[in-house]
């Protein structure tokens, strides 16, 4: 399964280690992570304030860099629910962003719905100190 690694611009910044967490964690349980690295940030602060028309190239950009993946995975609740929830608002029905829309998740939510991994807590030797 080849899985779209979304990492949000805060993350990459102020977090770069729960990317590489992300990562880890993924590929221990039988992924393949590619991680685009032409991906920017979501959108979500732009459309906050109101500043839609700036926002649409973003999250067309998102599909467009995304949509070839089985699955697109990131660690942050927010940026995927920006993708999933309120790009509608900015493209509207477009095909590729339904399809992609439906196979977009944040990492635990991914671990459990898709991966069917009933247990997170205490099995992986990994510690992300944030």
């Given amino acids: 399964m080849r899985v779209g690694l979304f990492i949000p611009c805060y993350v ?28 920017t940030c979501c959108g979500q602060p732009l459309a906050n304030v109101g500043l839609a028309d700036d926002a649409r190239p973003l999250a067309q950009r998102f599909v467009d860099l995304f949509s070839e993946y089985d699955y697109v995975v990131g660690p942050s609740g927010s940026c995927i629910s920006m993708v999933r929830n309120h790009y509608a608002d900015l493209l509207g029905e477009e095909p590729r962003y339904l399809e992609l829309q439906r196979k977009t998740y944040e990492l635990c939510e991914f671990l459990v ?16 100190g944030i």
């Fill in 12 to 39: 990459d910044q102020f977090y770069p280690q729960v990317g590489l967490a992300t990562v880890q964690v993924l590929e221990h349980f039988g992924a393949t992570v590619i991680y685009p690295a032409e991906q």
């Fill in 113 to 128: 719905d898709v991966l069917q991994v009933p247990e997170i807590a205490g099995r992986f030797p990994y510690r992300v």
